[in-house]
């Protein structure tokens, strides 16, 4: 699986935009882009996926760069409650098993 | 209400003792696997199964094992609990096929101390 490259962690403050970054130089023309994230103390929690387009959902945005080799995942307007550590994964898309293979993620710290 | 559901949610264990980790989920999902997270760090896998009958290893099987005679249930066992194997530990379920497309649904985890 092609490999992600992320900052360790990242701080916002609260009611403001948040932009986490992703680097995926080595990604194939199959991989979906995936996002997770990890509230303290809890399992991982899907955000959001795309392969090409920009993708938008209740939770946040995503947004691909045109050859691929990054990504953006956008929190519009964050809050203490999104205060966790975000995961970007790629996924390829195939029949059988498609684990997921976590990093160490970003860690992002909403200030007050 | 639906969900991936862990049972038990803390346990201390003694080395050499085994015990078995519960994962039910009721979505009707093929796909289910199990995770361990230690301290700051990924998740990293240890088993999946694509579907009732069928398990496979994943990046960190051994000294675990797991079954899946049922859509609903993937528990996994611990044969001689060592100190390494201190650890959360997660499951996780999605449709077998297309998985790419849908995300993942994971437990709580269930947070295991060998001493």
């Known amino acids: 699986d092609a490999k992600t490259t992320q900052p360790n962690s990242m701080e916002s403050n609260e009611e403001e935009p948040v932009h986490l970054p992703c680097n995926h130089s080595t990604i194939s023309g199959t991989d979906y882009i995936h996002w997770y994230r990890q509230l303290p103390s809890q399992g991982p929690e899907y955000v959001i996926h795309?392969?090409?387009s920009n993708v938008n959902n209740r939770m946040a945005s995503l947004a691909i760069a045109e050859d691929r080799k990054s990504s953006t995942l956008i929190l519009h307007r964050a809050t203490l409650r999104d205060a966790a550590v975000y995961y970007c994964i790629l996924r390829a898309f195939k029949t059988g098993a498609n684990n997921l293979f976590f990093g160490t993620g970003t860690r992002l710290t909403v200030i007050p | 209400n639906a969900g991936v559901t862990q049972t038990p949610k803390f346990q201390v264990l003694k080395t050499g003792q085994s015990m078995t980790l519960q994962c039910a989920q009721d979505?009707?999902?093929?796909?289910m696997s199990w995770y361990r997270q230690d301290p700051g760090m990924g998740l990293r896998l240890i088993h999946y199964?694509?579907?009732?009958?069928?398990?496979d290893q994943g990046e960190v099987p051994n000294g675990y094992n797991v079954s899946r005679s049922t859509t609903e249930d993937f528990p996994l066992r611990l044969l001689s609990a060592a100190p390494s194997q201190t650890s959360v530990y997660f499951c996780a379920s999605s449709y077998a096929q297309g998985a790419s497309l849908y995300g993942y649904t994971f437990g709580s985890g269930t947070r295991l101390t060998v001493v």
């Open positions: 795309g392969l090409t």
């Open positions: 979505m009707n999902h093929e796909y």
């Open positions: 199964s694509v579907g009732a009958g069928i398990t």
